[in-house]
């Protein structure tokens, strides 16, 4: 993202839809990043390079609330 990262993304779209749920689709494995995006509430972290599948079951868990 040019302007920002996800992280400022988050916090930016906290402050006026609290309720929304996040899953970052990433490539940064980083511990600190993965942690700070779920201290911000990430109710999922996949990385870019992982299968179809993961993302897509990510995905449901943020829908359904698991």
Known sequence: M????GLEA???IR???PGVKFV???TDD????????????AVG????SSLYEELK?????AIEGT
Request: proline share 3%.
């Open 30 to 41: 980083l511990k600190g990043y993965r942690r700070e995006a779920q201290s911000l509430g």
């Open 57 to 61: 079951q990510a995905l449901h868990a």
């Open 45 to 48: 972290y996949v990385l870019k």
């Open 2 to 5: 040019p302007k920002m990262n």
């Open 10 to 12: 988050v916090r930016k």
């Open 24 to 26: 970052f689709l990433t």
């Open 15 to 17: 402050s006026s839809l």
